[in-house]
């Protein structure tokens, strides 16, 4: 039995406001799948944010059926909800309803509204589709597998994964124990990616592995696998600069399953040989400079262009990199460009903007994206000659990380979250990251309402919002709106 395993695509995600950006979500989604299709699988798995956001322009649904389209009718692809395909308090109908009753996708989910302590779980019919599934049964002549899927529970993760442990125990002695049990869920491994927040701790996940031989995970862009049935590919595309780095791998997983010999510890009688496999998606480079040494600003720019075309060796070394190849072409790449260091002269002359047009055609760039949070001048140097030396200069340069961490660290403890000064310091750093690094305000909202529900949900377990799904409803029909700016009506009547 194969099985492949991506996660996170992003459909419809336009970054740095790019349309290209937006294409390459679909054209990895798409390249990502036929390569998965090489292995000949009996399955794939999605594991949650196949879209970016729930409410879709026509361009980002016909992209998705296009790129699934690319999987024959008897190989299911099965998917469970995300954080971005949809929030914790769900619509009634949304776009993965739509591509399961469409047999585009199985949408697995898990029926956690009962009271009772385990979840239900509906098997999968495919002569009554209904709105979702709660486990998908695969045989082949190697064995039967069970596939469940956990919809994104955010702060309740915790709760939830327990009732979905009893829930698969009930639903083997129901429907017969198979050969093999894989769990579809969305949230992260607090022990395998630290100072992210919100994750799911091993000693949780205690009970769901006495159950499941393969946890299939998505919500961490960042490649991790944990004691042999826990597995997160990492999204196929960087959806940041930070992420783009080289020990951020991205991908999918090739799973092939055969029977358990001695020593193998998981509950089913197959075992997995999982393999990491890299996507193919646009090439980012980041280039560094140093602007201390200079004293003008003509010959920092000198300088500057000096060192970019002394980066081109380097450069064209990555972008033939397979992963980053469309074909046998090499694509424009994404420039992170950096600069750090302590300024000579006045800042007004530091001419950012025109530095990075330079870059970005010395580099046929598709975009750069420029940081200065590294660069001081000397008058704030001799500003902060009273501050320790220790907590805020290393190897002589100024770290502006732990300024920052300063002034958050005294807005959280003066403000009515002084109980968790420290939580919301960091919380408020990783939102500042993220809009110096020109990240999606979508992202930087969901990063700052998940930690604050995880952080005070007595706070937050009872807000609702009430506000009319269409706030538009009653606008001028004859009002002008273009097709790619609009949100296409939501499946079942109601305009999303």
Same mark, same amino acid.
């Given at each position: 039995?194969?099985?492949?395993?991506?996660?996170?695509v992003?459909l419809?995600?336009?970054?740095?406001?790019?349309?290209?950006?937006?294409?390459?979500?679909?054209?990895?989604?798409?390249?990502?799948?036929?390569?998965?299709?090489?292995?000949d699988?009996?399955?794939?798995?999605?594991?949650?944010?196949?879209?970016?956001?729930? @409410?879709?322009?026509?361009?980002?649904?016909?992209?998705?059926?296009?790129?699934?389209?690319?999987?024959? @009718?008897?190989?299911?692809?099965?998917?469970?909800? /995300?954080?971005?395909?949809?929030?914790?308090?769900?619509?009634?109908?949304?776009?993965?309803?739509?591509?399961?009753?469409?047999?585009?996708?199985?949408?697995?989910?898990?029926?956690?509204?009962?009271?009772?302590e385990?979840?239900?779980?509906e098997?999968? =019919?495919?002569?009554?589709?209904?709105?979702?599934?709660?486990?998908?049964?695969?045989?082949?002549?190697?064995?039967?597998?069970?596939?469940?899927?956990?919809q994104?529970?955010?702060?309740?993760?915790?709760?939830?994964?327990?009732?979905?442990?009893?829930?698969?125990?009930?639903?083997?002695?129901?429907? /017969?124990?198979?050969?093999?049990?894989?769990?579809?869920?969305h949230?992260?491994?607090? #022990?395998?990616?630290?100072?992210?927040?919100?994750?799911?701790?091993?000693?949780?996940?205690?009970?769901?592995?006495?159950e499941?031989?393969?946890?299939?995970?998505?919500?961490?862009?960042?490649?991790?696998?944990?004691?042999?049935?826990?597995?997160?590919?990492?999204?196929?595309?960087?959806?940041?600069?930070?992420?783009?780095?080289?020990?951020?791998?991205?991908?999918?997983?090739?799973?092939?399953?055969?029977?358990?010999?001695?020593?193998?510890? /998981?509950?089913?009688?197959?075992?997995?040989?999982?393999?990491?496999?890299?996507?193919?998606?646009?090439?980012?480079?980041?280039?560094?400079?140093?602007?201390?040494?200079?004293?003008?600003?003509?010959?920092?720019?000198?300088?500057f262009?000096?060192?970019?075309?002394?980066e081109?060796?380097?450069?064209?070394?990555?972008? =033939?990199?397979?992963?980053?190849?469309?074909?046998?072409?090499?694509?424009?790449?994404?420039?992170?460009?950096?600069?750090e260091?302590?300024?000579?002269?006045?800042?007004?002359?530091?001419?950012? =903007?025109?530095?990075?047009?330079?870059?970005?055609?010395?580099? =046929?760039?598709?975009?750069?994206?420029?940081?200065?949070?590294?660069?001081?001048?000397?008058?704030?140097?001799e500003?902060?000659?009273?501050? @320790? #030396?220790?907590?805020?200069?290393?190897?002589?340069?100024?770290?502006?990380?732990?300024?920052?961490?300063?002034?958050?660290?005294t807005?959280?403890?003066?403000?009515?979250?002084?109980?968790?000064?420290?939580?919301?310091?960091?919380?408020?750093?990783?939102?500042?990251?993220?809009?110096?690094?020109?990240?999606?305000?979508?992202?930087?909202?969901?990063?700052?309402s998940?930690?604050?529900?995880?952080?005070?949900?007595?706070?937050?377990?009872?807000?609702?919002?009430?506000?009319?799904?269409?706030?538009?409803?009653?606008?001028?029909?004859?009002?002008? #709106?273009?097709?790619?700016?609009?949100?296409?009506?939501?499946?079942?009547?109601?305009?999303?």
């Amino acid at each position: 039995m194969k099985i492949g395993h991506l996660a996170d695509v992003h459909l419809g995600h336009r970054q740095y406001g790019l349309n290209q950006r937006e294409d390459d979500m679909t054209n990895t989604f798409k390249a990502t799948l036929q390569l998965i299709m090489r292995d000949d699988p009996d399955a794939i798995l999605l594991p949650g944010d196949l879209f970016h956001s729930r @409410d879709l322009r026509p361009k980002v649904l016909e992209a998705a059926e296009r790129g699934l389209s690319v999987v024959p @009718d008897d190989v299911p692809v099965l998917v469970s909800r /995300g954080n971005h395909d949809e929030n914790l308090t769900p619509r009634e109908v949304t776009w993965l309803n739509y591509l399961h009753r469409r047999e585009h996708i199985v949408l697995l989910e898990a029926d956690l509204e009962s009271k009772a302590e385990a979840a239900q779980f509906e098997r999968h =019919d495919a002569d009554e589709l209904g709105e979702d599934a709660g486990f998908y049964e695969i045989e082949t002549e190697t064995g039967t597998a069970h596939v469940f899927g956990l919809q994104w529970r955010g702060a309740r993760t915790d709760t939830a994964l327990e009732k979905v442990a009893e829930g698969i125990r009930n639903t083997a002695d129901e429907h /017969g124990q198979p050969d093999y049990t894989i769990l579809l869920a969305h949230f992260g491994i607090e #022990d395998e990616v630290p100072a992210l927040g919100g994750n799911v701790t091993h000693a949780e996940l205690r009970k769901v592995r006495e159950e499941v031989d393969y946890l299939a995970l998505g919500h961490i862009h960042k490649r991790y696998d944990a004691s042999n049935w826990i597995y997160n590919p990492g999204s196929p595309e960087a959806h940041s600069t930070s992420e783009a780095r080289d020990d951020w791998e991205h991908g999918y997983y090739s799973v092939e399953l055969s029977q358990a010999e001695n020593g193998y510890d /998981g509950p089913g009688k197959l075992a997995h040989d999982v393999e990491h496999n890299c996507a193919r998606r646009r090439p980012f480079y980041t280039i560094e400079f140093d602007v201390t040494p200079f004293d003008s600003a003509s010959e920092l720019e000198t300088a500057f262009r000096d060192h970019v075309k002394d980066e081109q060796e380097s450069l064209q070394s990555t972008l =033939d990199r397979e992963e980053f190849l469309l074909g046998s072409e090499q694509r424009e790449p994404m420039i992170d460009l950096r600069f750090e260091g302590t300024l000579q002269f006045d800042r007004g002359s530091f001419r950012v =903007d025109e530095l990075a047009e330079q870059a970005e055609a010395l580099c =046929d760039a598709l975009y750069v994206q420029t940081n200065t949070s590294r660069v001081t001048t000397a008058e704030i140097q001799e500003l902060l000659a009273e501050l @320790d #030396d220790d907590e805020v200069f290393i190897d002589g340069r100024l770290q502006t990380a732990a300024l920052e961490q300063r002034v958050f660290e005294t807005i959280a403890t003066e403000s009515e979250y002084s109980d968790h000064a420290d939580e919301v310091a960091t919380l408020l750093g990783e939102a500042h990251r993220m809009a110096q690094d020109g990240e999606n305000t979508d992202d930087i909202v969901d990063v700052v309402s998940e930690n604050r529900r995880e952080l005070f949900p007595e706070a937050t377990a009872d807000v609702s919002l009430d506000v009319d799904e269409d706030p538009f409803a009653n606008r001028d029909e004859n009002e002008d #709106d273009t097709a790619d700016q609009q949100t296409v009506a939501a499946p079942g009547g109601e305009e999303e």
